[in-house]
Every structure is written in structure tokens, then in C-alpha cells.
């Protein structure tokens, strides 16, 4: 087992950490948060007082922050000094394609290997060690990370060199953003057209319709498996967040000139569910906006 340094212990990186200490790993763990770094002593981490020393004599350096800022801070103040030649850096976060490349080319500047591997499930994934893993990185630096990733994932995909996993990610969750609209709004329209909730799930969930928007995290409660509508739309993965990651899109999009007009069309819906104040509601909970008359 090794020695891991684990940088953020919000919502996502505190049930990874420990789920790396579950596995006999020796977790330091640092966050800002007194009450973050409380979860991770109790849950068999080591907390630590700054990310310096998170990093210091760690074999893997693991960052789960919120945005491409505070990665790409952490990095300059903290990892690239204190990392060992050996260590390998590993970034969860979702965060832009450009600052995952210039991560890593900071790392590389200082002989140092790093990757993107950014996930798929939420918290409740990363509490259970099932998240999906894709990483952008070298086939040697995927090797390194794999081993670690794999303690916390139920499967880690090598998506291509740095900067890949941050691709597959934004291009996954624009599909998830407008697939849920579109589910959204055919629930309704069938509703209107006198057609029940139960008998459209029955027919379009095994039809060309079918998504796992619609077969597993139906917006519509009471229909399909138990999902974030059947308890008013709370817990889940928050619109913001949602937002956030179409945003990442529409930017990468516009970086390469990439037409995306359903992306957008998501990106805006979005933008208008989170600014009426439900940014902290599930993402499904949209077709409560798309009930209302405008
Ligand atoms: P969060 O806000 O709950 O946690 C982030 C943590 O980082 C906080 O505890 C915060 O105190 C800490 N932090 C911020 N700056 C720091 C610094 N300089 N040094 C140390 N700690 C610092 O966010 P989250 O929900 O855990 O998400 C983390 C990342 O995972 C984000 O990039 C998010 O987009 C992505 N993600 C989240 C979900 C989800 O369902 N929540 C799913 C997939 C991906």
C-alpha cells in the first residue's frame, strides 16, 4: 500500500479518500475546511495542515477541487514543489481542457507526470467506489494512475493524452444536459397528448427513445427506478453543476469551432433553471421550468 497525498475533501473527494484509506492506503488529506478534514480522520485518513505537506514523500498526489483555478493554484504553490520525482499527479476535478494540458505541462517542465482523469457518478458513487474514471495522460503515466483510480472506481478508461479526459468528460455530460431536457419535454408533451407517465416509460424505455436519462434517472416521479424526482428533486447532481460543465462545453467548443446548437440550446435552459434559484436541485428537477407557461 502507499502513501497518497489527497487534496479536497468536499462532497466528492471525501468519500474517495476514504475509500483509498479503506483499501490500506496512508491518506494525508487537506482541505480549507475544518470540518472536511474532521470527515477524514474519522474516516481513517491523516489530516494534514497545508497541501505542501499533502504532497510531500506521497508515491500519488490526488486533486478533487472545484474548478480549473484552484487546481491549476494548488499546483503552482504547492504539488510541483513538494512532489517527489517519482510521484505521479492525478486531477479528478472537471475542469477546462487548456488547463489540464497546461497542468501537465507545468509538471513536465519539472520532470514530473501528471494526468486528467475526471469522473462519471456522484456522490453517492464516490462514497460507494463506483465511479467511472477517464484519463488523459501517456499509456505509462495511465499506468501509474490506474492502480489508485481503480481503489476508488468501479472501471478507469484511458481516454488519450492530457487533456483527453477533461474532452470526454464535457462531451459525455453535453449529451447527459440535453438528453435530460429532451426527456423532460417529450414526459410533457405526452402528458398534454392524454398519454400516462407509466404507459410512456413502458413503450419509449424500450424503444429508440430510451436513454439512460429515461430508463435510469426518469425526472418524472413515481416512474422507473427511485431517482431525484421522487424525493422533490433534491440530492442527485445539482443543476449548477450541470451548468458548469455545459459552460466547459460551449468554451471548448468555441476554442475548436465545434458547432453545437443542442449543447447551447442545454447550456441556456440551464442558465435559466440555475438563475431562478434551482441551482442546488437535482438537474432532473428542469421539467418543473418546462411545465410552466413563460
Ligand atoms: P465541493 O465544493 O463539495 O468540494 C471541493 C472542496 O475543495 C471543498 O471541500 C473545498 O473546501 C476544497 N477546496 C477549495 N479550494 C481548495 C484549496 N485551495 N485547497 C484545498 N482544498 C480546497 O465540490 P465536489 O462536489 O466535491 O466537486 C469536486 C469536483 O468534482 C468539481 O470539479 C466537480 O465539477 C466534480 N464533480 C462533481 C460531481 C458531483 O456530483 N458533486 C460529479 C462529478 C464531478
Not at 465511479?131 to 489508485?148: H, I, N, W
Not at 464535457?170 to 408533451?189: D, P, Q, S, W
Request: glycine content about 12%; aromatic content about 6%.
Amino acid at each position: 500500500m502507499a502513501r497518497v497525498g489527497f487534496i479536497g475533501l468536499g462532497n466528492m473527494g471525501g468519500g474517495m479518500a476514504a475509500n483509498l484509506a479503506k483499501k490500506g492506503h496512508d491518506v494525508r488529506a487537506f482541505d480549507l475546511s475544518a470540518e472536511a478534514l474532521e470527515r477524514a480522520r474519522a474516516a481513517g485518513c491523516l489530516p494534514v495542515v497545508t497541501a505542501t505537506e499533502a504532497a510531500e514523500g506521497a508515491e500519488a498526489i490526488i486533486t478533487m477541487l472545484p474548478a480549473g483555478t484552484h487546481v491549476e493554484q494548488v499546483y503552482a504553490q504547492s504539488v510541483l514543489d513538494a512532489a517527489l520525482p517519482s510521484a505521479i499527479l492525478i486531477d479528478c476535478s472537471t475542469i477546462d481542457v487548456a488547463t489540464a494540458k497546461r497542468i501537465a505541462e507545468m509538471a513536465a517542465a519539472k520532470g514530473l507526470v501528471a494526468v486528467d482523469a475526471p469522473v462519471s457518478g456522484g456522490i453517492a458513487a464516490a462514497n460507494a467506489g463506483t465511479l467511472t474514471f477517464m484519463v488523459g495522460g501517456s499509456k505509462d503515466a495511465f499506468g501509474r494512475a490506474e492502480p489508485f483510480l481503480a481503489d476508488m472506481g468501479k472501471a478507469v478508461i484511458h481516454a488519450g493524452a492530457n487533456g483527453a479526459g477533461q474532452a470526454a468528460k464535457i462531451c459525455n455530460n453535453m449529451i447527459l444536459g440535453a438528453e435530460m431536457v429532451a426527456t423532460c419535454e417529450a414526459f410533457l408533451l405526452a402528458q398534454k397528448l392524454g398519454l400516462e407517465a407509466q404507459a410512456f416509460f413502458d413503450i419509449a424505455s424500450v424503444s429508440s427513445g430510451q436513454s439512460w436519462s429515461m430508463t435510469s434517472y426518469c425526472p418524472v416521479p413515481g416512474v422507473g427506478p427511485e431517482t431525484p424526482a421522487d424525493h422533490d428533486y433534491q440530492g442527485g447532481f445539482a443543476a449548477a453543476l450541470m451548468l458548469k460543465d455545459l459552460r466547459l462545453a460551449m468554451a471548448a467548443a468555441e476554442s475548436v469551432d465545434a458547432q453545437v446548437p443542442m449543447g447551447a440550446r442545454a447550456r441556456e435552459l440551464y442558465e435559466a433553471y440555475a438563475g431562478a434559484g434551482h441551482g442546488g436541485r437535482d438537474f432532473s428537477g428542469i421539467i418543473n421550468m418546462l411545465a410552466e407557461k413563460p
